[in-house]
């Protein structure tokens, strides 16, 4: 179906090499038995609490009240392309067909679109369009793992994931990451140790610490999890949130037999409510995340894909997200300046992209990061604390500090103004 005014689809980076073949047999052996498990996968009567499933409830904290949020990883409505949306929805809910049931994979326009500008080894076959990029890492450990099963997962990272490796009754094995990702030598132990068949990551500006998985362990990573014979998850959330440079390519550019398993979505970088994000795979592993996720979501309204199709081949779509990485950049910089004044206790590294700092808070007790939480919200200041994010026993205490969701820079002063004023911050920081 022709689109008026889609504009033309141009590949963001270098061209796939023409007729290239990959040899996925070795998926067989990590997949095992080939086994549909319905039980569990349907909607529940209640939905489980997130706070005890390890995902911290900040709905509705986006500064009511006095509040100013340096919780939520969505962007401030005053970041949000509202007006394109607003147009965008507007014109998907007139096309012909546009209450029809799209593909089960995904609008053909939209998968093309994902694989051209995330990927120079992706094609749109191996697209999936998922609500969102939680139902896509959910789908991942589904298509890949059976309860009961080890899951391998960077320390920290995001409780999203764990808790949904929890909810699929998998056992979840720490590997701990520094400013330059995960640790490949620690991978190869906890792979041999856990006998994992997966490892769940996020080499790019990765929630919570912001770290990007340095080149030179790049290959290592892959060459690791290639001998145990593993799939590596690659949750590239924060893709399109660089902070006015350009985004690292993904893992998958240099997988050559399917074994990288890639997610990203929208949502970041556009609305809460724009719940469209994609995820890619090659060889049989394709086929059960398919399944899994038409088990849970059937597909992805259309009207929703269409939208979402018509904001990204808009010709102000670059323009928004480099105006969105530079005000986030902007941001990094005024709440890392305001801590380093006011909470010079505090020690962090600024990210080059991403929406978080994670602060570690000098001292070993265990209850400071919530303690300091529960004081900060009290004070008006809504922040997280770090133990939900470790899949094991947390190295310290930690803060996540989110920049993009307080209304201003004004208002990311006035927070480290609050926090500043607490008597637990205060005294480690004069430690």
């Not at 014109?91 to 546009?98: E, F, I, K």
């Not at 010709?315 to 902007?330: A, F, Y």
């Not at 206790?345 to 303690?371: C, E, I, Q, S």
């Not at 939480?373 to 930690?398: D, H, N, W």
Request: charged content about 20%; proline content about 8%.
């Amino acid at each position: 179906m022709s689109r008026p005014g889609a504009g033309t689809f141009v590949a963001s980076r270098s061209a796939k090499p023409a007729g290239r073949t990959r040899d996925t047999s070795w998926q067989s052996v990590a997949l095992g038995e080939r086994v549909i498990d319905t039980a569990g996968m349907s909607p529940l009567a209640d939905p489980p609490d997130v706070e005890s499933q390890g995902i911290p409830d900040t709905a509705g904290d986006l500064g009511e009240g006095g509040l100013i949020s340096l919780a939520s990883g969505y962007p401030h409505p005053s970041l949000m392309p509202a007006r394109v949306l607003s147009v965008a929805l507007t014109h998907a809910a007139r096309l012909p067909g546009a209450w029809d049931r799209p593909p089960a994979a995904g609008l053909a326009a939209l998968r093309t679109w994902f694989a051209r500008e995330v990927s120079t080894q992706a094609e749109p076959g191996d697209v999936l369009i998922t609500p969102g990029g939680q139902a896509a890492i959910s789908a991942a450990f589904r298509a890949v793992l059976r309860a009961g099963d080890a899951l391998l997962a960077e320390s920290p990272t995001y409780p999203g994931a764990l808790a949904a490796a929890r909810l699929a009754g998998l056992r979840v094995f720490p590997v701990p990451v520094d400013d330059d990702g995960v640790v490949p030598d620690l991978l190869a132990e906890a792979l041999g140790r856990s006998g994992a068949r997966a490892f769940y990551c996020q080499p790019t500006y990765s929630n919570p610490v912001g770290s990007v998985l340095a080149a030179e362990r790049r290959e290592q990573v892959l060459s690791i999890a290639r001998a145990a014979g593993a799939f590596v998850i690659e949750d590239d959330a924060s893709h399109w949130l660089s902070h006015g440079r350009r985004t690292p390519a993904p893992l998958l550019d240099d997988d050559t037999d399917g074994r990288v398993i890639y997610v990203t979505s929208l949502t970041k970088a556009t609305s809460p409510s724009l719940r469209v994000g994609a995820v890619i795979a090659r060889g049989p592993v394709a086929a059960r995340l398919r399944a899994a996720l038409a088990v849970n979501d059937l597909f992805v309204a259309r009207p929703l894909q269409e939208a979402a199709l018509d904001l990204v081949t808009r010709p102000g779509w670059q323009g928004h997200l480099r105006d969105l990485g530079l005000e986030l950049g902007v941001r990094a910089q005024a709440l890392s300046a305001a801590l380093h004044e006011q909470l010079p206790g505090l020690k962090f590294t600024v990210p080059a992209g991403g929406v978080h700092l994670w602060a570690r808070v000098p001292g070993d007790a265990d209850a400071d990061d919530a303690d300091a939480a529960f004081q900060a919200r009290r004070a008006g200041v809504i922040v997280l604390p770090g133990r939900p994010f470790f899949p094991a026993e947390p190295s310290g205490p930690y803060l996540r500090l989110t920049f993009s969701a307080a209304s201003s820079q004004a208002s990311l002063a006035e927070a480290v103004r609050r926090l500043a004023a607490l008597p637990l911050l205060t005294a480690v920081s004069k430690d």
